[in-house]
């Protein structure tokens, strides 16, 4: 009795499970979220802090290095990093694991207890904590070609009416501003005019103090009061300066006879920006402000963008006049292009495999009744997603195409054996049953061993694992379903079906029937040449084995040579540029380079929209540095030709952009991240560690990164290493005569207030403009302070009211130091990216530059990667011990199957000839072996295992009925080679889609159809003769027959 006997007797109940299979799936599909990744980086928190008028290494001694020890103590912490830059800091922390919302509440619970110790304009403006990724999903340009507004305007505008929206909506991390910053109200001193009324820049900040304040004053008749108290009267009075006028009649300073000095009277008042640090310019060269929308962490990039268009679209009508909006970038397009190719590849993988099975099988019937696993076990796979809290993305559609071609081989082995016994007379009922008696233990085992090869998948930790995880559960679900349907609904649709005498066939169809007859009689033709072969190779089992041995000699070195990467870089049409000019380059210099940039980048045509931002970079903002944002053609409006990739326009934009600036600085190019939430940058990103302890001055520490970045250009391998940083920016050193300052009676916290206040902008205290609060800034006039020496024009009060000029008290001596510096875990670190030469994998070039350092022996340095390049390395030999440990878990679950520690290693030997096929088909295309591909060594171990099942299991059961072994195996060969054929090539029809994938996300689709193709084609063919020779030989020496052996 077979397990299929129950479902034999009652068709209906067979033909009800498998109805609820495919409607329980259904159900679930419709509740699945589609997106192109699930949430792989892990959670990001960061803490952000502003200190107007501060150097770098002054917020690092005074904010970040307080901070980072406040924050280093917290749980799941995985990597603590910050950046300090003038006027402000901002430490990042990455997770391990836990959610992001308690993540974020224990950050921000430690940063308040940290807050009081803080520097004074510090803590006056609180921390910012925030949980999102760091790269952008969305960059919205906003530019006016009418002329009629100015920035202050579109910023104004952009933040009413887009970014609070925006901010509010789920999944959004943060909303920024780029190329402006939010409204603040601006007082533009000037210091003749100070002096001329014997005032002093803090003197006026205290005046705005005294007069701008929120009037709080009780209640008339508020409780405690007299009982016969019949009312209360809620006291009011406007104790805010509402508006510009207001705040220029602000009273600074009475003059006697009724005269006064007024705000007005020292300055202008303005509503202008907070910071005036970056400027930027769209592809046209339009004047723009831009709104950079990062998505907050675990949440999905479609919806997000979906919901950012919806609201958008909702206050388009109150758009200004002549006020554009461009997308400049929109990570969502790329993802719905990769999505739409996927279910291409699986609407094709389907139709493919069944014109396999009706060519192979050449029978109607039969090819439909085994095509009804398709859509079974890929439908019943959505329940289990669901339950998981899986989504429909890329990694789930690269499971289910996978699946395509395998679900259909256990139904293909049961109906092709019972459609054979049919032929040869048996009633077809009886043939159901028999052949179920023989091939129930086979397709529960090739089961079992595609689905526990997935189990050391769960154990992987972090990234990787998430990335492994959803493509196990798609496989894992469809062989699950798979397996049920072809033990129940196949053979009794085979038992019902197959007897029934069917009306001959319309004429126009009989052409079609020849057909289907000429392809079966091909298959049963390969039968006869097959066993002339399989003689031969028999009888040289030793040239065999000797072969065999070969192979495995080959597929060891191949392995070892094969370059190993991460995840592959795919063409998302997106291109990033930094724009890095000498040390102490004005803003205006940024701009102008920048416009000869995009003047370049306007004549390529395949270059859509563009926003070019000077004063900013990615990580830290300086006024010699600059970003780009550049958007192409969707790919399939640019085609699939490799000039037209995305990597052939960075290629040839490079050398323009070089040449355009001539040798005025640098530019550098990238392409995203193939994984978001890694970093805004590709190549190899790392961080050159400080572990001196303090003995290393940051002038030393830049000569170890750039004797690291040249000892690494060396090797021949990169196009660049190189890193930002530089300790040696232009800036001038204010000396104060500390003697002096004492005999005139000043302090030294008087002397810094007035030249902070001057040239850093102070904020004094907050009012109201069209009911949002805006921050009330004060500094001296451009103009009065672009030269050095302005700085000695300044006056200082002393300790008897005094007016000091700060001339007698310090001197201005040429400096240089940094214009940020960088912490990775609490120790100072610099930045160092790599960008690979064509043909170099990602793997290697980590191993490479581990060696560049070791080869070095610097005591004070270490390496640390950071990003996706960090997930890598920690990946490290985990492939190989996953695919030991999968190998592994087969041969035990085989071994408690067949109750036998000899047979699982007779199945398993075609496992190392699926190894060289991959080998070979990774070199043949110039690939490398990365985590799909990984994911493709994984399904050929059960692939490999399932053609060695078929034939062991029937040339056991007939040594069981006393039939020599060399018999046994030679009937089980020949029988089982048309299953064989038709699920080898069903399989492999089911990835020609994945092999020969074009359009967005094809790499990706590349690399694992290249493995699983290249790896079943080669195990397929050897082991239909390896295999038999080597059960001959080890189940001859266990039952003693050794003779046989010659």
């Given at each position: 009795?077979?397990?299929?006997?129950?479902?034999?007797?009652?068709?209906?109940?067979?033909?009800?499970?498998?109805?609820?299979?495919?409607?329980?799936?259904?159900?679930?599909?419709?509740?699945?979220?589609?997106?192109?990744?699930?949430?792989?980086?892990?959670?990001?928190?960061?803490?952000?802090?502003?200190?107007?008028?501060?150097?770098?290494?002054?917020?690092?001694?005074?904010?970040?290095?307080?901070?980072?020890?406040?924050?280093?103590?917290?749980?799941?912490?995985?990597?603590?990093?910050?950046?300090?830059?003038?006027?402000?800091?901002?430490?990042?922390?990455?997770?391990?694991?836990?959610?992001?919302?308690?993540?974020?509440?224990?950050?921000?619970?430690?940063?308040?207890?940290?807050?009081?110790?803080?520097?004074?304009?510090?803590?006056?403006?609180?921390?910012?904590?925030?949980?999102?990724?760091?790269?952008?999903?969305?960059?919205?340009?906003?530019?006016?070609?009418?002329?009629?507004?100015?920035?202050?305007?579109?910023s104004g505008w952009l933040e009413r009416q887009v970014r609070d929206p925006l901010q509010r909506l789920d999944?959004?991390?943060?909303?920024?501003?780029?190329?402006?910053?939010?409204?603040?109200?601006?007082?533009?001193?000037?210091?003749?005019?100070?002096?001329?009324?014997?005032?002093?820049?803090?003197?006026?900040?205290?005046?705005?103090?005294?007069?701008?304040?929120?009037?709080?004053?009780?209640?008339?008749?508020?409780?405690?009061?007299?009982?016969?108290?019949?009312?209360?009267?809620?006291?009011?009075?406007?104790?805010?300066?509402?508006?510009?006028?207001?705040?220029?009649?602000?009273?600074?300073?009475?003059?006697?006879?009724?005269?006064?000095?007024?705000?007005?009277?020292?300055?202008?008042?303005?509503?202008?920006?907070?910071?005036?640090?970056?400027?930027?310019?769209?592809?046209?060269?339009?004047?723009?402000?831009?709104?950079?929308?990062?998505?907050?962490?675990?949440?999905?990039?479609?919806?997000?963008?979906?919901?950012?268009?919806?609201?958008?679209?909702?206050?388009?009508?109150?758009?200004?006049?002549?006020?554009?909006?461009?997308?400049?970038?929109?990570?969502?397009?790329?993802?719905?292009?990769?999505?739409?190719?996927?279910?291409?590849?699986?609407?094709?993988?389907?139709?493919?495999?069944?014109?396999?099975?009706?060519?192979?099988?050449?029978?109607?019937?039969?090819?439909?009744?085994?095509?009804?696993?398709?859509?079974?076990?890929?439908?019943?796979?959505?329940?289990?997603?669901?339950?998981?809290?899986?989504?429909?993305?890329?990694?789930?559609?690269?499971?289910?195409?996978?699946?395509?071609?395998?679900?259909?081989?256990?139904?293909?082995?049961?109906?092709?054996?019972?459609?054979?016994?049919?032929?040869?007379?048996?009633?077809?009922?009886?043939?159901?049953?028999?052949?179920?008696?023989?091939?129930?233990?086979?397709?529960?085992?090739?089961?079992?061993?595609?689905?526990?090869?997935?189990?050391?998948?769960?154990?992987?930790?972090?990234?990787?694992?998430?990335?492994?995880?959803?493509?196990?559960?798609v496989i894992s679900s469809t062989i699950l379903f798979s397996t049920i349907n072809a033990l129940t609904f196949?053979?009794?649709?085979?038992?019902?079906?197959?007897?029934?005498?069917?009306?001959?066939?319309?004429?126009?169809?009989?052409?079609?029937?020849?057909?289907?007859?000429?392809?079966?009689?091909?298959?049963?033709?390969?039968?006869?040449?097959?066993?002339?072969?399989?003689?031969?190779?028999?009888?040289?089992?030793?040239?065999?084995?000797?072969?065999?041995?070969?192979?495995?000699?080959?597929?060891?070195?191949?392995?070892?040579?094969?370059?190993?990467?991460?995840?592959?870089?795919?063409?998302?049409?997106?291109?990033?540029?930094?724009?890095?000019?000498?040390?102490?380059?004005?803003?205006?210099?940024?701009?102008?380079?920048?416009?000869?940039?995009?003047?370049?980048?306007?004549?390529?045509?395949?270059?859509?929209?563009?926003?070019?931002?000077?004063?900013?970079?990615?990580?830290?903002?300086?006024?010699?540095?600059?970003?780009?944002?550049?958007?192409?053609?969707?790919?399939?409006?640019?085609?699939?030709?490799?000039?037209?990739?995305?990597?052939?326009?960075?290629?040839?934009?490079?050398?323009?952009?070089?040449?355009?600036?001539?040798?005025?600085?640098?530019?550098?190019?990238?392409?995203?991240?193939?994984?978001?939430?890694?970093?805004?940058?590709?190549?190899?990103?790392?961080?050159?560690?400080?572990?001196?302890?303090?003995?290393?001055?940051?002038?030393?520490?830049?000569?170890?990164?750039?004797?690291?970045?040249?000892?690494?250009?060396?090797?021949?391998?990169?196009?660049?290493?190189?890193?930002?940083?530089?300790?040696?920016?232009?800036?001038?050193?204010?000396?104060?005569?500390?003697e002096r300052m004492a005999a005139v009676g000043v302090n030294l916290q008087e002397l810094v207030s007035v030249?902070?206040?001057?040239?850093?902008?102070?904020?004094?205290?907050?009012?109201?403009?069209?009911?949002?609060?805006?921050?009330?800034?004060?500094?001296?006039?451009?103009?009065?302070?672009?030269?050095?020496?302005?700085?000695?024009?300044?006056?200082?009060?002393?300790?008897?009211?005094?007016?000091?000029?700060?001339?007698?008290?310090?001197?201005?001596?040429?400096?240089?130091?940094?214009?940020?510096?960088?912490?990775?875990?609490?120790?100072?670190?610099?930045?160092?990216?790599?960008?690979?030469?064509?043909?170099?994998?990602?793997?290697?070039?980590?191993?490479?530059?581990?060696?560049?350092?070791?080869?070095?022996?610097?005591?004070?340095?270490?390496?640390?990667?950071?990003?996706?390049?960090?997930?890598?390395?920690?990946?490290?030999?985990?492939?190989?011990?996953?695919?030991?440990?999968?190998?592994?878990?087969?041969?035990?679950?085989?071994?408690?199957?067949?109750?036998?520690?000899?047979?699982?290693?007779?199945?398993?030997?075609?496992?190392?000839?699926?190894?060289?096929?991959?080998?070979?088909?990774?070199?043949?295309?110039?690939?490398?072996?990365?985590?799909?591909?990984?994911?493709?060594?994984?399904?050929?171990?059960?692939?490999?295992?399932?053609?060695?099942?078929?034939?062991?299991?029937?040339?056991?059961?007939?040594?069981?009925?006393?039939?020599?072994?060399?018999?046994?195996?030679?009937?089980?060969?020949?029988?089982?080679?048309?299953?064989?054929?038709?699920?080898?090539?069903?399989?492999?029809?089911?990835?020609?889609?994945?092999?020969?994938?074009?359009?967005?996300?094809?790499?990706?689709?590349?690399?694992?159809?290249?493995?699983?193709?290249?790896?079943?084609?080669?195990?397929?063919?050897?082991?239909?003769?390896?295999?038999?020779?080597?059960?001959?030989?080890?189940?001859?020496?266990?039952?003693?027959?050794?003779?046989?052996?010659?």
């Amino acid at each position: 009795m077979s397990v299929s006997d129950p479902f034999l007797k009652r068709p209906l109940l067979t033909l009800v499970v498998s109805i609820l299979i495919v409607l329980a799936g259904l159900v679930s599909l419709s509740g699945l979220e589609i997106e192109n990744l699930p949430p792989i980086a892990p959670t990001r928190v960061s803490v952000s802090a502003s200190y107007p008028g501060a150097s770098a290494e002054v917020v690092e001694q005074g904010v970040t290095d307080l901070l980072e020890r406040q924050l280093n103590s917290l749980e799941r912490l995985d990597t603590l990093t910050s950046t300090s830059t003038a006027n402000g800091a901002s430490v990042s922390l990455r997770f391990r694991s836990g959610s992001g919302e308690l993540n974020q509440i224990n950050v921000q619970n430690e940063a308040a207890l940290i807050t009081r110790r803080l520097p004074q304009p510090v803590s006056r403006q609180g921390l910012r904590v925030r949980r999102s990724g760091n790269d952008l999903l969305m960059v919205l340009s906003f530019s006016d070609s009418s002329g009629n507004y100015d920035r202050a305007f579109i910023s104004g505008w952009l933040e009413r009416q887009v970014r609070d929206p925006l901010q509010r909506l789920d999944g959004v991390g943060e909303v920024v501003l780029f190329g402006s910053s939010e409204l603040a109200y601006r007082i533009w001193l000037d210091p003749t005019q100070l002096n001329r009324f014997d005032l002093t820049i803090d003197e006026v900040n205290q005046a705005l103090r005294r007069e701008n304040v929120l009037a709080a004053l009780g209640q008339v008749g508020d409780a405690p009061a007299p009982a016969d108290q019949q009312y209360t009267l809620p006291l009011r009075m406007e104790g805010r300066l509402r508006s510009q006028r207001e705040l220029e009649n602000l009273l600074v300073k009475p003059l006697g006879g009724g005269n006064s000095v007024r705000l007005r009277d020292l300055g202008r008042v303005s509503l202008g920006e907070e910071r005036y640090g970056s400027v930027a310019r769209n592809l046209q060269g339009q004047p723009t402000v831009a709104v950079g929308i990062f998505q907050r962490d675990g949440s999905n990039a479609l919806l997000v963008s979906q919901q950012v268009k919806a609201a958008l679209d909702r206050v388009s009508l109150d758009f200004p006049p002549g006020l554009e909006i461009q997308y400049i970038v929109d990570v969502a397009d790329n993802v719905r292009e990769s999505i739409d190719q996927a279910f291409d590849a699986l609407r094709d993988a389907v139709l493919l495999v069944f014109a396999v099975l009706l060519l192979g099988l050449g029978n109607g019937r039969l090819a439909l009744i085994t095509a009804v696993a398709v859509p079974v076990a890929l439908i019943g796979s959505f329940t289990l997603l669901k339950l998981s809290g899986g989504t429909i993305n890329t990694l789930t559609l690269f499971g289910l195409v996978l699946a395509t071609g395998v679900v259909v081989d256990d139904a293909i082995v049961v109906s092709e054996d019972i459609g054979r016994r049919i032929e040869l007379g048996e009633p077809p009922l009886r043939a159901a049953r028999h052949a179920m008696q023989e091939l129930g233990g086979a397709v529960i085992a090739t089961s079992l061993v595609l689905i526990v090869v997935f189990l050391p998948v769960l154990l992987i930790p972090g990234s990787l694992g998430r990335l492994y995880q959803p493509i196990a559960l798609v496989i894992s679900s469809t062989i699950l379903f798979s397996t049920i349907n072809a033990l129940t609904f196949t053979p009794v649709a085979s038992a019902v079906l197959l007897g029934r005498q069917l009306p001959p066939p319309p004429a126009f169809l009989l052409r079609f029937r020849r057909l289907l007859d000429r392809s079966s009689a091909w298959l049963e033709g390969l039968h006869r040449p097959y066993e002339r072969a399989l003689e031969w190779v028999l009888r040289h089992r030793r040239g065999t084995l000797a072969v065999l041995v070969l192979g495995l000699l080959l597929t060891g070195l191949g392995l070892r040579a094969l370059p190993t990467g991460f995840i592959p870089q795919e063409d998302v049409g997106q291109i990033r540029g930094v724009l890095l000019l000498p040390e102490g380059a004005s803003l205006a210099r940024s701009q102008a380079a920048m416009r000869k940039l995009q003047e370049v980048v306007a004549q390529e045509p395949l270059i859509r929209t563009g926003n070019f931002y000077a004063g900013r970079s990615f990580g830290d903002s300086a006024p010699n540095k600059g970003i780009f944002f550049l958007r192409l053609d969707y790919l399939s409006e640019r085609g699939t030709s490799p000039a037209n990739s995305t990597s052939a326009v960075l290629d040839r934009l490079g050398p323009k952009l070089r040449q355009a600036l001539n040798g005025e600085g640098q530019v550098f190019l990238t392409q995203p991240l193939p994984v978001r939430g890694f970093g805004s940058e590709g190549g190899i990103s790392l961080n050159l560690l400080d572990v001196s302890g303090g003995a290393m001055s940051l002038q030393q520490f830049a000569q170890e990164a750039e004797a690291f970045s040249k000892a690494a250009m060396a090797t021949g391998q990169f196009r660049r290493v190189g890193s930002r940083f530089s300790a040696n920016a232009p800036s001038m050193q204010v000396v104060p005569d500390r003697e002096r300052m004492a005999a005139v009676g000043v302090n030294l916290q008087e002397l810094v207030s007035v030249i902070g206040d001057s040239f850093g902008s102070t904020y004094v205290n907050d009012t109201f403009e069209d009911a949002r609060v805006r921050r009330i800034l004060v500094q001296l006039e451009g103009d009065e302070r672009s030269r050095p020496e302005d700085v000695l024009r300044l006056t200082v009060r002393n300790n008897d009211g005094e007016l000091i000029p700060l001339s007698t008290l310090v001197r201005l001596e040429p400096s240089t130091g940094p214009t940020s510096i960088t912490h990775a875990e609490l120790s100072r670190s610099i930045s160092i990216r790599a960008a690979l030469k064509p043909g170099v994998s990602s793997g290697q070039a980590i191993a490479l530059l581990e060696q560049v350092q070791a080869n070095r022996n610097s005591p004070v340095t270490e390496l640390m990667f950071t990003g996706l390049s960090r997930e890598e390395q920690r990946a490290g030999g985990g492939t190989w011990q996953l695919f030991g440990l999968g190998l592994l878990v087969v041969y035990l679950v085989l071994a408690a199957l067949y109750e036998s520690a000899i047979d699982p290693l007779v199945i398993l030997v075609t496992v190392p000839l699926a190894l060289l096929g991959v080998v070979v088909g990774l070199a043949s295309r110039g690939l490398f072996l990365d985590v799909y591909g990984q994911v493709g060594v994984l399904v050929l171990i059960s692939l490999a295992a399932k053609n060695g099942i078929l034939i062991v299991e029937f040339a056991n059961q007939r040594v069981k009925d006393g039939h020599p072994v060399s018999l046994a195996i030679r009937e089980a060969a020949r029988l089982r080679l048309r299953p064989i054929l038709l699920t080898g090539i069903s399989s492999l029809a089911g990835f020609l889609p994945l092999l020969l994938a074009r359009g967005a996300g094809a790499a990706s689709r590349i690399s694992i159809g290249t493995v699983v193709f290249s790896g079943l084609l080669v195990s397929t063919a050897l082991s239909l003769f390896v295999l038999p020779v080597i059960y001959e030989v080890i189940k001859s020496w266990e039952t003693g027959d050794r003779r046989k052996l010659g």
